[in-house]
């Protein structure tokens, strides 16, 4: 992380962290944690179609598939995220 760019806006119901990455850092960012302390943490995931496709194989478990169901991957593509909304495609 860089200091100088990161900010912090903390209102009564809300609080908004800002982070910027360091120079030689580069790729997305998977997840975050945050809590009270250290010892607390919780994770959340960003929403990636990397993580999407995780959160899927893990919800879709083989066991609850048809077994005369063929063997298909579906396609899922992030299309948009923004603060209102997250735009997924599947196939």
């Known amino acids: 992380l860089v200091s100088p760019e990161t900010s912090v806006s903390v209102s009564a119901h809300n609080a ?4 910027a990455k360091a120079p030689g850092c580069t790729g997305p960012w998977e997840k975050f944690c945050f809590g009270l302390d250290a010892s607390a943490l919780q994770e959340r995931l960003f929403v990636s179609e990397e993580n ?4 899927l194989d893990a919800v879709l478990c083989p066991s609850f598939r048809s077994p005369s169901a063929p063997e298909s ?3 899922i593509e992030v299309l948009d995220v923004t603060e ?8």
């Open 52 to 55: 999407v496709d995780g959160f």
């Open 84 to 91: 209102d909304r997250i735009q997924i495609r599947l196939e």
């Open 16 to 19: 908004a962290l800002g982070l």
């Open 73 to 75: 991957q579906p396609l």
